[in-house]
DNA sequence: TTGACAAAAAACGTATACAGTTATAATATC
DNA sequence: GATATTATAACTGTATACGTTTTTTGTCAA
């Protein structure tokens, strides 16, 4: 939070999605838990901001599923639901299908050499903080030449909302292989250009994610 | 707007929803046009509300693809471009198959019935202006069932995004027959269970709808 | 007349102060 | 000990003010 807080001065436009950006990275980081209430005093205090940017930022933050308002009680982080999270699987796998099917025919040679890159970083990662951040950047590397942007951007809003549960998992360094060599699958079906292995891959791979969400969550 | 404005003082909780919920409706009634800025000053006066809960609305639109900020220029009623709406389309393909795919084997007799009298009311509708309306809400009906309100929420958004241009359209009257006929199909592939059969029609019925749009945006 | 430029007005973004409402917690009463 | 009351904290919305940016207007010169 300390680069964030010193990033304040630097940020330049749309205070309220810079209050958006830190909180979203609070929730993250796991400095605002489940159900944990997000007071409007406090936060404009420390941000050093008034109450009508931030609370700007909290509908926004409403709208991708991170927090939800309770009347007269204010914003607090939302949790995950059985169902939900089934649900937003079901979604993902069908959008991330969509993103492939869009994005193998015609991604270009640079792409896959970046996604490429982002996966030799994971591997010589041992920080598994920075898991998260990576994973979603070589999905995105691979989704964004669909030239999808609001696929993507679906896509993303629904992996930031399951896969801040599993920041705490992955510190258990379980089962982080077998995702991981899903990535390298996954990439060698683009560099294939074969549609059909790469979703079947996916799939496999959002499954595997479910299921420790799953047990993760009970 | 009249009865929107009168239902101001029945609005219980919530200013900024009422807010969102009025300004949509003016939307899609064509009272504010693609790229007619919303003035604050003014909204706020005309709906005797002050700045906070406004510009909460507005973020909230804005999350829903309905406005769009300029910096310094504040909101603006934001178009369609051809790729966007081509993604819109391809995306509400896959998630209304997943949709029809989870809800065909659970929906109880109930709502087929609902969903039928709901097409009977378009059959004897001459006002096509509510036709948008009655249409979603046959939709609706039958995707509810399917028990995942996150993903018909994103359809429903989805929906609204292209719909909202195709309300001028549809008082040509012409193609009107052609899209209800799909209706009642879709209808009976789920009075049939045939889930293969709703998909197919289902993406013949929005492949029209996409056409229609992009014949009538240029 | 037309174009450029400067002044003025309008609108946005943000901050502060304040009033009303609701929920939680502490206290008092039975 | 249980219930009613009060107090406090927090949210929700309003009103107002101020600086900044954009747009408009009006003037002046070519």
Do not use: C
């Amino acid at each position: 939070m300390n680069e964030k807080s010193s990033s304040r001065s630097r940020h330049t436009g749309n205070t309220s999605e810079f209050i958006a950006d830190t909180l979203r990275e609070a929730i993250f980081q796991g400095e605002y838990k489940v159900n944990q209430p997000l007071r409007q005093d406090q936060i404009a205090k420390k941000l050093k901001v008034s109450k009508i940017p931030l609370r700007e930022a909290l509908v926004q933050l409403k709208s991708e599923g991170l927090v939800e308002f309770m009347p007269n009680r204010g914003a607090v982080v939302s949790g995950l639901s059985l169902p939900e999270i089934k649900e937003i699987f079901l979604m993902r796998i069908v959008l991330e299908n969509l993103a492939i099917a869009n994005a193998i025919p015609v991604i270009p040679v640079r792409d896959i050499i970046r996604a490429q890159s982002v996966l030799e970083i994971i591997d010589n990662e041992n920080d598994k903080s920075q898991w998260t951040d990576l994973n979603w950047e070589f999905h995105k590397t691979l989704y964004q030449s669909s030239a999808m942007p609001l696929l993507v951007n679906t896509i993303q809003t629904l992996h930031n909302n399951v896969s801040r549960f599993l920041v705490i998992y992955y510190d258990t360094l379980e089962g982080s292989d077998v995702s991981q060599k899903d990535h390298w699958d996954l990439l060698a079906a683009f560099k294939a250009k074969d549609i059909s292995k790469a979703q079947e891959i996916l799939e496999r791979h959002l499954s595997t994610a479910e299921r420790k969400l799953r047990k993760f969550l009970s």
